[in-house]
Structure formats: structure tokens, C-alpha cells
């Protein structure tokens, strides 16, 4: 792929508000001066120099702390400390699930100064009820060129609680060289999708591998292809059903058929329903599987060196191919604003948690450290970082963006209350798995949503 200028690459992001909650955020101005680095680091600079020895304690849903997401949050960290002496960081970090088990019994008992949140409805509602998280002044990050639009999911009653790290993308990995090796083509339309599915089952791949067990991929993976059933219908869609609790409509059904007809193809490895994130990562990075359905956050598969060079220098993606008969076309793409950071309302060292934040979300940090290291899209603008030493697979994902005629917001899973969230990502592996047919499936997660 012949490489863009950065500024075009990154004119797709400035769609407004469309990535924010379940389609229905408002605009935020984006000031680009380089004010926030000067104001924060002299704020920091004057805390250091009071002398006083402060330990802070961050909780992390990033365990892997050498490659991605965990080794630019952990770089920021080690540069803190590093600028201010007489501050110590202590981190605990867990994977996603244990995260959020953890994350509310520390809501009930304290949490620590600095966590990690997602600016969804399903997991932030419920949160902000219970008060645990500190008011930011969103004034101060008016010079943090953070996306228009990027924090509307972080707010409530107009108050802003946490900052969002990404803009996340659902994408297919896939294996280039595999595919021309074997003479197989990205699929443009889902029936060509069916038929790659069995071509790669007929050389004994397993197509896709899919992460079943946690629930929630297949979720995102459902938001996909919805995309391209509803187009811009989606948000409305869904938004009214979780209003209603009634999910009885074409768009949403036909998507669960579709969700269903590949997993009766085949299209996911033996097991899928039960196994977990790392288990089907392994499955695409140890070449047993074709494709690989995440989001972009998984992009530094592309700089991670631990994953074999033929590999990771081969990794591509795609979104899911357009549907006959869906009102999406092939640029109606799955994207959201999702994970970020907060601070914890009753912290007894909030104001340097709130430095620490911060300092983190400077541009020349999170967003730089970020794009450097191949994690993906930042919530913040990142044009002035172009390398010329982009993957591939960093462009590719950054053109799905550019050329995006509309996105999703917020996956479906993450459009209610915590009790749809549940049943959507406990039930969707039983309706995949034909333990549970649509209409149960249906009726269950609608009577979640009362």
C-alpha cells in the first residue's frame, strides 16, 4: 500500500460526535496549541519540588506491559517517576475480565488513585451512580487535541469523569502470505466470506479464530457485521431497543443469523465458546489460523517480536464485507471512543492522580508513545507523528478511518445497563453454539434491559 500523508489518513477521525455512546454524542471543540505539555509539567515540576514522598496506585486492565497498550502506559509511568523523584507509581495490572470482576469490589472498599474505565453506558452509568470517580475540569484539556467528539462518552449531566485512550476499530486480521500462498482472495461480499471459510477448512485452518469464551468479541464482531446490515440505522436501532427491550427487529435479527450461519460454517476454531483472548490471539500468531477477529488495539501484533517474523510482517486486516441486501456499504465500518483512564473520587493523593492523568494524556505522550509503538488510533490527533516507518497494518487500519462513510459508536454490548451487558455476553456464545435459538436469545437480553 503506497503511504498517505498523515493529515488525509487522519481526516476520516474528525467524523463528529459519531463515536461517542451509542451514536448519540455531541461535539467538543479541539484547540491545537501546545499549551497542555508547558501547564502540566509545571505543575508536576512544582509538586516535585515541595519534596513531599507520594505513592500512587494504578490499576490497570493491561497486563502485557512489554508490547501494545501496557508498554506505552508503563513508559509514561517510568517517565513520571523518573521527572518527579519523590513520586512512587505502583501498578497492578489484569486482564480485562479480572479487571472488571476486581474493579467493583474495589468500588465497594476503595479504589485505587488512577484506574482504568470505559466510556460506555454498560459499565459507566452504574459507576458514576455510586460516585467513585473524581470530576475533571475539562477546561484543562481544551489544548489536548483530543478527537471532536472523543469525550462525550467520559461525561454525565455534563460533567466530565475520565479521558478516553482510543479510537477503536473491529477489524479481521488475516494472514497475507498465507492468503497468497494458498491463492485466496479478501473477501468484498459476505458470501465470498462463506466461501473463503470453507476453502481455508478444506487445507485444515481453522478460518477465524475467535475469542468466544469472554463474550464480549463476538459482540464487537456482531457490531461489524450489523454495521453493514442497518448502515446508519445502527445506533437508532439499537439505542430503541435497548429503550424498548425489544430486539425483534430485521436488522438485528438478520445479524444474529449471520453471527450463527458462520459459526454452523465452521468459521471458528473447535472450542471457540469457551476459549479465552490469549487462546485465539496464539491460534493467528502461531499461523493455525487464517484470520483473526479484535480490534485495532491489536495492531503492534505488527511491531511485537515475539510473534515470528513471517508472521507479524504479514498481518493485514479488513472489516466485515458488505451483505446482500444490508443498507451498509463497505465503508459503514464498527468504531468507537472505548477505554481511558480516571480518578478515584476519594483518592487521598487526588491531586497528584489528576497531574499524573494529566501528564499522561500530553499529546508528546500517550499519543505519541502510542503511534510510535504501532498500538493504533489514539483519541487524540496524532498527524504530527508520522514516522515514515509505519506497518502495513498501522496504514490499512488508518484508511478503514479515512475512507469510513459512517461508524457504528458504541458496540451493542455496551449499549445498556450492566444486566444486558451480562446476558448478551453470557447468552451470545449458547445462540452461536445452537444450545439456544434466536428467539430465546432475543427474549432474554430485551428482558435485561427492564
Do not use: H
Amino acid at each position: 500500500m503506497k503511504k498517505k500523508s498523515f493529515a488525509a489518513l487522519m481526516s476520516g477521525i474528525m467524523l463528529a460526535g459519531v463515536l461517542a455512546g451509542c451514536g448519540t454524542g455531541t461535539t467538543a471543540s479541539n484547540n491545537q496549541s501546545e499549551s497542555a505539555t508547558t501547564n502540566t509539567t509545571a505543575a508536576a515540576d512544582s509538586t516535585a519540588a515541595a519534596g513531599e514522598t507520594v505513592t500512587l496506585k494504578i490499576f490497570s486492565n493491561l497486563p502485557d506491559r512489554k508490547n501494545g497498550q501496557g508498554l506505552v502506559e508503563q513508559q509514561i509511568i517510568d517517565d513520571y517517576m523518573a521527572e518527579n523523584q519523590n513520586v512512587k507509581i505502583e501498578v497492578e495490572a489484569l486482564d480485562e475480565e479480572a479487571y472488571k470482576t476486581k474493579f467493583k469490589a474495589y468500588a465497594m472498599n476503595g479504589m485505587p488513585d488512577v484506574v482504568s474505565i470505559w466510556g460506555q453506558p454498560s459499565f459507566l452509568d452504574e459507576v458514576l451512580d455510586a460516585g467513585v470517580l473524581a470530576e475533571l475540569n475539562e477546561a484543562d484539556y481544551k489544548d489536548y487535541k483530543f478527537i471532536s467528539g472523543s469525550l462525550e462518552g467520559f461525561k454525565k449531566d455534563g460533567k466530565l469523569y475520565g479521558l478516553p485512550r482510543n479510537t477503536d476499530v473491529q477489524v479481521i486480521y488475516y494472514n497475507q502470505k498465507m492468503f497468497e500462498d494458498n491463492g485466496w482472495k479478501v473477501p468484498s461480499t459476505y458470501d465470498e466470506l462463506l466461501k473463503l471459510v470453507a476453502d481455508i477448512k478444506g487445507k485444515g485452518i481453522t478460518p477465524i479464530a475467535m475469542d468466544g469464551g469472554d463474550g464480549w468479541p463476538m459482540c464487537t464482531f456482531l457490531t461489524d457485521i450489523m454495521a453493514k446490515v442497518a448502515g446508519t440505522n445502527y445506533a437508532k436501532i439499537i439505542s430503541e431497543s435497548v429503550a424498548s427491550g425489544n430486539f425483534d427487529t430485521p436488522e438485528f435479527k438478520r445479524s444474529l443469523e449471520i453471527l450463527k450461519e458462520l459459526a454452523d460454517a465452521g468459521a471458528f476454531q473447535t472450542g471457540y465458546d469457551a476459549q479465552d483472548y490469549g487462546t485465539a490471539m496464539n491460534l493467528f500468531t502461531n499461523g493455525q489460523a487464517a484470520m483473526f477477529a479484535m480490534g485495532s488495539w491489536e495492531c503492534s501484533m505488527a511491531k511485537n517480536e515475539d510473534i515470528p517474523e513471517e508472521i507479524r510482517t504479514n498481518i493485514r486486516a479488513f472489516t466485515f464485507p458488505v451483505i446482500d441486501g444490508g443498507q451498509g456499504g463497505a465503508n459503514d465500518i464498527s468504531a468507537w471512543n472505548g477505554g481511558g483512564y480516571a480518578v478515584a473520587a476519594d483518592s487521598k493523593v487526588k491531586d497528584e492522580a489528576i497531574k499524573f492523568l494529566n501528564y499522561m494524556y500530553q499529546p508528546e505522550k500517550l499519543s505519541k508513545y502510542g503511534w510510535e509503538n504501532g498500538v493504533g488510533m489514539s483519541a487524540q490527533d496524532q498527524k504530527s507523528y508520522l514516522t515514515g516507518d509505519e506497518t502495513e497494518l498501522q496504514l490499512s487500519v488508518m484508511d478503514m478511518v479515512n475512507n469510513a462513510t459512517s461508524v457504528s459508536g458504541t458496540p451493542i454490548n455496551d449499549c445498556g445497563p450492566a444486566t444486558f451487558k451480562t446476558a448478551m455476553e453470557s447468552e451470545i456464545q449458547s445462540y452461536t453454539n445452537g444450545s439456544e435459538d434466536i428467539d430465546t436469545f432475543i427474549k432474554s437480553i430485551g428482558e435485561a434491559c427492564k
